[in-house]
C-alpha cells in the first residue's frame, strides 16, 4: 500500500509538471518527470528484488495521472490531448511495462552455478569411480 502511495504522489506532482518548459526549451518538464519516475521504478524494483513492489509503484503513478488528466470542475486540463500529453502519458506506461516485466538475470546466474556445480560433482564422482 505505501508503494502505491508513493507511486501516486510521484504521478501527481510529475504529471502536473511534464508541460513545464525552461528558458524555451519544450519537454523538459517531460524528461526530468520521466527521469524521476524512472528512477523511482528502477529503485523500488532494484532495493526490494521484487516485480510486485516495482507494479505498485508502476500502479499508482499511472492512478495519480490519471486522476488529474481529465477535466476539472473549473473546467481545466493538466494533460491535453496534444502531443505532449499524449507522450507523457505513454511514457509512463512503457515504463512501467519494462521495469515490471524485466527479467530478473540473478536467478538464471544463480541456475546456472548450479548446474555447473552439479555437472562437476558428477564429472568428479564419475572420474573417481574408474
Same mark, same amino acid.
Given at each position: +500500500?505505501?508503494?502505491?502511495?508513493?507511486? $501516486?504522489?510521484?504521478?501527481? %506532482?510529475?504529471?502536473?509538471?511534464?508541460?513545464? *518548459?525552461?528558458?524555451?526549451?519544450?519537454?523538459?518538464? =517531460?524528461? =526530468?518527470? %520521466? /527521469?524521476?519516475?524512472?528512477? +523511482? &521504478?528502477? %529503485? !523500488?524494483?532494484?532495493?526490494?528484488? @521484487? #516485480?510486485?513492489? $516495482?507494479?505498485?509503484?508502476?500502479?499508482? +503513478?499511472?492512478?495519480? +495521472? !490519471?486522476? /488529474?488528466?481529465? #477535466?476539472?470542475?473549473?473546467? *481545466?486540463?493538466?494533460?491535453?490531448? @496534444? &502531443?505532449?500529453?499524449?507522450?507523457? *502519458?505513454?511514457?509512463?506506461?512503457?515504463?512501467?511495462?519494462? !521495469? !515490471?516485466?524485466?527479467? @530478473?538475470?540473478?536467478?538464471?546466474?544463480?541456475?546456472?552455478?548450479?548446474?555447473?556445480? #552439479?555437472?562437476?560433482?558428477?564429472?568428479?564422482?564419475?572420474? @573417481?569411480?574408474?
Amino acid at each position: +500500500m505505501a508503494l502505491f502511495v508513493v507511486g $501516486a504522489v510521484f504521478g501527481l %506532482a510529475t504529471t502536473v509538471t511534464h508541460a513545464t *518548459s525552461v528558458w524555451g526549451l519544450p519537454w523538459v518538464g =517531460l524528461l =526530468l518527470g %520521466a /527521469i524521476a519516475c524512472g528512477g +523511482m &521504478l528502477l %529503485a !523500488v524494483r532494484l532495493l526490494l528484488h @521484487d #516485480r510486485w513492489g $516495482a507494479l505498485a509503484t508502476g500502479l499508482g +503513478m499511472l492512478a495519480g +495521472m !490519471v486522476v /488529474i488528466s481529465g #477535466r476539472g470542475p473549473g473546467g *481545466s486540463v493538466i494533460v491535453p490531448s @496534444d &502531443l505532449l500529453g499524449v507522450t507523457w *502519458s505513454w511514457t509512463v506506461a512503457v515504463m512501467v511495462l519494462l !521495469v !515490471v516485466a524485466w527479467p @530478473d538475470f540473478s536467478r538464471i546466474r544463480r541456475l546456472q552455478q548450479e548446474q555447473a556445480a #552439479r555437472g562437476r560433482v558428477a564429472g568428479e564422482a564419475s572420474s @573417481d569411480g574408474s
